[in-house]
């Protein structure tokens, strides 16, 4: 089986940087994604990572090292419509894909 | 055309009712998806259809029925629910269909579904 794990909440000041940390344990490590989503709405992709290191765009970083199995989530210059759910998920070879639970962003002004 | 649709938004049924929701997408996808999500806790994978086919079933109770006419269409045909299945229910779709596991999904809207 596989075992994601990230914060439940987070708040962060409009203008700043926030990172969200994901942590995985799976065999046959096969991606991680990450996945916005605003209350009440559908996810949307914002990141695929399949090989260490970091993948910028724009104000969204994702970083990944799967030797450590652990993925980050960079927001630079946070804006309050940043207020989201942010859901890291693993694919592994053999299983669909599978979600965290999830971190609620909150910026504050 | 980069949209996934899913009409109803939002449904309310009783437990002996028999209603459909549908999804919809034109972008050449043939992989499609239908989840169910719970108040602040992630997506659960239902079922996954590959190129019209079913191909993942997790073990979701027989009184969700899906069904893929074609290739740009999902259905979830639901009978005799219970409230417990109250929830957002998301329809997905991914480009090649043969991996699925890593292939990037986009969702719909979602239909939010209540049981009395």
């Known amino acids: 089986g596989q075992n994601i794990d990230q914060p439940t909440e987070m708040t962060a000041t409009e203008g700043a940087i926030v990172q969200i940390n994901c942590t995985y344990q799976?065999?046959?490590?096969?991606?991680l994604f990450w996945y916005q989503q605003h209350a009440g709405e559908a996810p949307t992709f914002l990141s695929y990572?399949?090989?260490?290191g970091l993948e910028e765009k724009g104000r969204f970083s994702s970083f990944l090292s799967r030797s450590k199995g652990y993925s980050y989530l960079l927001l630079k210059e946070l804006q309050m419509k940043d207020s989201a759910s942010y859901l890291c998920?693993?694919?592994?070879?053999?299983?669909?894909?599978?979600f965290g639970k999830g971190t609620r962003l909150s910026v504050i002004a | 055309d980069t949209e996934v649709t899913q009409t109803p938004k939002h449904l309310v049924m009783g437990m002996t009712n028999k209603k459909s929701l549908k999804c919809e997408q034109h972008?050449?996808?043939?992989?499609m998806y239908w989840y169910k999500q719970k108040a602040k806790k992630p997506p659960e994978l239902m079922f996954v259809?590959?190129?019209?086919?079913?191909?993942i079933n997790e073990s979701v109770p027989s009184r969700f029925s899906p069904e893929c006419p074609n290739s740009s269409l999902l259905n979830l045909h639901l009978h005799a629910l219970q409230p417990e299945d109250s929830a957002l229910y998301l329809c997905?779709?991914?480009?090649?269909?043969?991996?699925?596991?890593?292939?990037?999904?986009?969702f719909g809207p979602g239909t939010r579904l209540l049981v009395l």
């Open positions: 997905a779709s991914s480009q090649d269909g043969v991996v699925v596991y890593q292939e990037t999904q986009y």
């Open positions: 799976t065999s046959g490590f096969n991606g």
């Open positions: 990572n399949v090989l260490d």
């Open positions: 998920a693993v694919g592994a070879r053999g299983t669909p894909l599978v």
């Open positions: 972008m050449g996808h043939r992989a």
């Open positions: 259809y590959s190129y019209e086919k079913l191909s």
